[in-house]
Structure formats: C-alpha cells, structure tokens
T-cell receptor, first 112, second 115 residues
C-alpha cells in the first residue's frame, strides 16, 4: 500500500442494507476524514478523526458512523442505507494541522 | 463550525487569460488554506496552500493571496492553458481545540479554458 486506499471503488446497494466503506493509509497520519461529494455541493465533511481513538462529527453526520481503532484505518459505516446516500465518498488523511490532506481514489456508492 | 464560501461556481476564460477564484471563511482561528484541483473522475489534489503567517505565495503560474483581517483568500492562475480546465476547491483548516483538524471545503469552481 502506498498512500491512502479506499475499498470498494464502486458499489450498488439495496436500500436498508448495511455497508462499510474501508479506508487505509500508510503515511502514519494522525488526522483522517470522510467526505461525500455531490454535484454542486462540493466536498461535505461527514466525520473526522484527529488521532486514533477519537472521532468527531462533521457537517453531514446523520446516517453514518465511524471508528478509529488504530492510526491506519478509518472505516465509514452506513447502518441502513437510503437513496439520499447515493454519492461519491472520499477518505482523506493529513499529518498535522497545517499540512496537506491526501485523498483516496473515492468510492462511488449507489443506493437503490 | 467553519463555513467556507467560494465564488464563482463556474468560470470560463480564453486560453492565455487569467482566472481568479475567491473564498471567504468564517472561523478566525483557521490558519491553513489549501487549494485543490479535481479533474473529472479523479480525486482532489493539492495545487497550492498558504498559512496564516503569510500574505501571498506563488508557484509558477499559480498564486494565492490571504487577507486574515477580512477572512478571505484567492487563487490566481495566469496564462491559463486548456489543461487547467477542472474543478477547483478552496478549503480552510482550523486550529482551535476539539475541531483543530476539521478541513472545510468551499463548493467548488468549474474552470473552463477555451482554446
């Protein structure tokens, strides 16, 4: 692994199903983020984590949960998917408060 | 929390002309302001950033200016080329307690450079 990796790259999911989007980084970054990207709305922060063991809510946290058991992994879970969660999801990480955030390749999720 | 406003939402320029994108932010504690470029179907990638102790930064054809008093910052692209066509996002990161690592983005500007 080099950088930050998301899985899966795309998924079609039935409404009401549970889904976990995976995110792994090997840069030993403290901070990690989950964003959703919808046309015309930019990148909206769902949840973030300043360091392993801590998480916080972003702008649009409802319907999503995260965990940060270790430095490398930051999974995002949709407990019961709804069509409005159809979006492209990006995971990102950064080292400190004033350094670049690196993005994963994105996960395109369609809830039907 | 932080709120970042970005204008314009779309921008068309002739090749060789300059392009300017402007952003404002609300949290006076924010001290890091990156700009990202996103090409169609790809992930956002950093093109330039500026920290609060600097008023201007330049990297070849790209420059960013920051006015902390007015809480706004701008991206300037000179001598635009067709490959500059993309969506550009500004962002602000705070340094205030529990929200210190929140990175908030503007809604993006779709830049089209017309050959």
């Amino acid at each position: 692994i080099a950088g930050i990796t998301q899985a899966p790259t795309s998924q079609i999911l039935a409404a009401g199903r549970r889904m976990t989007l995976r995110c792994t980084q090997d840069m030993r970054h403290n901070a990690m983020y989950w964003y959703r990207q919808d046309l015309g709305l930019g990148l909206r922060l769902i949840h973030y984590s300043n360091t392993a063991g801590t998480t916080g809510k972003g702008e649009v946290p409802d319907g999503y949960s995260v965990s940060r058991a270790n430095t490398d992994d930051f999974p995002l879970t949709l407990a019961s998917a709804v069509p409005s969660q159809t979006s492209v999801y990006f995971c990102a990480s950064s080292g400190t408060a004033e350094t670049e955030a690196f993005f994963g390749q994105g996960t395109r999720l369609t809830v039907v | 929390g932080e709120n970042v406003e970005q204008h314009p939402s779309t921008l068309s320029v002739q090749e060789g002309d300059s392009a300017v994108i402007k952003c404002t932010y609300s949290d006076s504690a924010s001290n890091y302001f990156p700009w990202y470029k996103q090409e169609l179907g790809k992930r956002p990638q950093l093109i330039i950033d500026i920290r609060s102790n600097v008023g201007e930064k330049k990297d070849q054809r790209i420059a960013v200016t920051l006015n902390k008093t007015a809480k706004h910052f701008s991206l300037h692209i000179t001598e635009t080329q067709p490959e500059d066509s993309a969506v550009y996002f500004c962002a602000a990161k705070g340094n205030s307690g529990a929200g210190s690592y929140q990175l908030t983005f503007g809604k993006g500007t779709k830049l089209s450079v017309i050959p």
